[in-house]
């Protein structure tokens, strides 16, 4: 048996190795360290996205001998061979001595790595750190728990709440600042989503770009919701990562199709009317809300109708950060789970 915390600080640097990796691609961010029976972290190792080693596997490749080590990894060790073989028999022909992980592997095909080493008689012990880790790989286990990628819905709204003045023109509201930011969230993002009527008011380019206008290494796919046809000479047509056209307004089936291709976090850019779809559909993990130092009045808001008839169906939120960026301010906030009277 271990002790109580024994593996917190290692479970710890695992952790800050997992975060070298890429936030986007489909898989999880993980790190492994492995130990020696004094403590010292002899190896490190990490995922470097879709189709390259597994943290566990870069771990090991360090080593020359990595019989009676203990393997700390964030996420628990795979039982399956994709592009790359199962970690847990990997493990178990490196000779380790004990493997300790944080978090379960929810995944359908990959989980039962722990199983597999248990049955070979490697002492194994999960849940280490697991709020921490969890809080951190949340985006992808909440995709792959729920079988759709995780939500960000992103909006910039006057201080009024308005999206555009009164005629639709909307560009710019915010600063250079908070459109900076938005960019480099979109190179966060597996794909971006925008509708139809954004499209054709628009022609938006959706390309992730740094401060000089050139290219971010990633660029997220836009796909396009609803049922129109992307005009033909439309600048997403030439967009560097493709484009996903759905022909539908069936937000489940638009997402489900996403996840299949491996997208695991999308970022909704509106405008509206998509905004308040998703919103209304219980779609939204996250919400990114740019607020801008001016006031519009009027009919355009920034979302519609979102399902909310009376005050007791309102959307109730836990704002998560509150930052300023230049004139602007950026609010993070997330759903709150819903609570019964009984506190279930
Ligand atoms: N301030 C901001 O953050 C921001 C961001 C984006 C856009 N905007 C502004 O928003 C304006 C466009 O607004 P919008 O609301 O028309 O644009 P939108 O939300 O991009 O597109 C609306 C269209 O999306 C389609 N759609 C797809 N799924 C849907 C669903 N589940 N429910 C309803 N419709 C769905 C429908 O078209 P189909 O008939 O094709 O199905 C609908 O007419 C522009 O002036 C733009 O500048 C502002």
Redesign the pocket.
């Known amino acids: 048996m271990t002790q109580p915390g024994e593996y917190d600080a290692s479970m710890r640097h695992a952790l800050s190795l997992a975060a070298h990796g890429p936030v986007t691609g489909g898989n999880p961010q993980v790190g492994c360290v492995l130990v020696d029976d004094a403590g010292r972290i002899v190896a490190e190792g990490w995922h470097r996205g879709a189709g390259t080693p597994h943290a566990e596997i870069d771990a090991l490749s360090k080593v020359e001998d990595a019989t009676g080590l203990t393997a700390v990894v964030t996420l628990e060790p795979c039982n399956h061979t994709g592009r790359t073989g199962p970690c847990s028999v990997a493990l178990l022909e490196a000779g380790v001595a004990r493997v300790v992980y944080a978090v379960s592997d929810p995944g359908a095909h990959s989980s039962g790595g722990a199983s597999t080493l248990r049955a070979a008689g490697i002492p194994v012990e999960g849940g280490v750190l697991a709020a921490e880790v969890e809080e951190f790989i949340e985006p992808w286990l909440t995709a792959a728990r729920l079988g759709r990628p995780w939500v960000t819905v ?4 006057s201080l009024d709440g308005r ?2 003045a009164a005629d ?4 710019w ?1 915010t600063g250079t600042a908070a459109r900076q930011r938005v960019h480099e969230q979109r190179a966060q993002s597996d794909a971006i989503l ?6 054709l ?2 022609d ?1 380019s959706l390309t992730a770009r740094g401060d000089g206008g050139e290219l971010l290494a990633h660029q997220p796919v836009p796909v396009v ?4 046809d992307v005009p033909a000479g439309a600048k997403l047509r030439s967009h560097p990562a493709g484009l996903i056209e ?1 022909h ?4 489940s089936l638009v997402l489900e199709g996403l996840f299949g291709r491996g997208i695991r976090r999308v970022f909704v ?10 919103i209304e ?1 219980g779609l939204v993990d996250e919400y990114l809300v ?1 607020l801008a130092p001016t006031l519009l009045g009027g009919a ?1 808001t ?1 979302v ?1 109708d979102i399902g909310v008839g009376t005050i007791g169906d309102q959307r109730r939120l836990r704002i998560t950060a509150v930052e300023t960026l230049g004139e602007d301010i950026l609010i993070t906030a997330r759903p709150r789970r819903v609570s019964t009277p009984e506190g279930n």
């Open positions: 992103k909006w910039a709204s999206a555009a639709g023109t909307s560009q509201i925008v509708g139809t009527g954004t499209v008011a628009d938006p919701v609803g049922e129109r759905t539908s307004r069936d937000l850019e509106g405008g509206p009317a998509l905004a308040s779809a998703v559909a740019y355009r920034a519609g």
